[in-house]
């Protein structure tokens, strides 16, 4: 119950109550407003300083990966200016030597060869001895190859093991100029320390699609939005020990469980997770250990473009996650 307030009246020579004002329970309400949001608002800022939710520390992650990405990206194209001014200038150096120096006849005369009087004989001696090596040769491949045709013979169970050897690049690349980064010790691309790199790397533009390297059935799918790590991960157990993992992927087109074939399209290139640019990071594992992926994919090339291959695996460069 409010309490009467008194004032003396000296008319009537009497204390008389005070009667209730409007403006003065607006004062009041707008006093207990202020302090009531005040005090509010104080308590939110004692419980941000004091305390931090989960999403709050992911974007405290994810805005430190953003700055070294942001630092490491600014060197990297300060790098490639500087580059492709050095080729500009070089590219008009040899175009104009091309252009004043080298003429119709004098380019036929640097290709022409014309052979010395007193070794043309040792010459034609040795293309003779060669063309008999090569026949020989020939002869005997065609042997070899007639011996395996007529006594190799392939059960049901080695065709499948077969099959199931991830021997198939995860994704196109016929010209072989996307293998950007080999397995083993590779430079980081954030801190340029050396590192073990678990699996190759295949630079490509986003939405490119991911082959399954073999068949099998997949046996986990990661998703994830945070700038580190894997990002969008796919993983198929091919059976015998072995699996693949394709890393960083944008869209996932298979889920856990499902079985696929070789050559299946389980995904898309992108650029989730730790990833400098778009690519697709592979893995093969053989019982659980991370073995060269270049070891195993052969299939589609021949003796020249595996060679090829596995020379640009071998470089000692800096990988893209």
Do not use: W
């Amino acid at each position: 119950m409010r309490q009467l307030k008194y004032r003396y009246n000296p008319t009537t020579c009497r204390y008389e109550p005070v009667p209730l004002q409007l403006k003065n329970i607006l004062g009041s309400l707008m006093i207990f407003i202020v302090l009531s949001g005040g005090l509010f608002i104080g308590f939110l800022f004692l419980h941000s300083a004091l305390f931090t939710t989960q999403t709050e520390q992911a974007l405290l992650q994810e805005n430190a990966v953003l700055k070294v990405h942001r630092t490491v990206l600014k060197q990297e194209l300060r790098t490639v200016h500087e580059s492709l001014a050095a080729l500009e200038k070089t590219e008009k150096i040899v175009h104009e030597k091309i252009a004043k120096e080298l003429t119709p006849k004098t380019v036929l005369s640097s290709l022409a060869f014309t052979p010395s009087k007193n070794n043309s004989t040792d010459f034609y001696n040795l293309i003779n001895k060669a063309k008999t090596q090569s026949e020989n040769l020939l002869h005997t491949t065609r042997y070899v190859n007639f011996l395996f045709g007529d006594n190799l013979s392939i059960s049901r169970e080695e065709l499948n093991l077969l099959t199931n050897i991830p021997s198939l690049q995860p994704i196109e690349n016929k010209e072989l100029t996307k293998l950007a980064s080999g397995f083993g010790e590779r430079t980081h691309p954030f801190h340029k320390a050396k590192y073990l790199h678990k699996g190759i790397d295949f630079v490509a533009p986003r939405g490119t699609p991911v082959y399954a390297s073999a068949s099998g059935k997949v046996s986990d799918v990661r998703l994830s939005d945070l700038q580190m790590g894997t990002g969008n991960t796919v993983e198929i157990d091919h059976g015998n020990g072995y699996k693949t993992r394709y890393a960083h992927l944008g869209e996932v087109k298979v889920k856990p469980g499902q079985a696929v074939s070789k050559g299946a399209v389980i995904g898309t290139v992108g650029m989730t997770g730790g990833a400098v640019s778009p690519h697709l990071h592979f893995e093969v594992l053989k019982k659980n250990k991370h073995v060269d992926p270049v070891d195993y994919l052969m299939e589609g090339l021949n003796s020249t473009e595996y060679a090829a291959l596995r020379l640009l695996a071998k470089q000692k460069n800096q990988s893209l996650d």
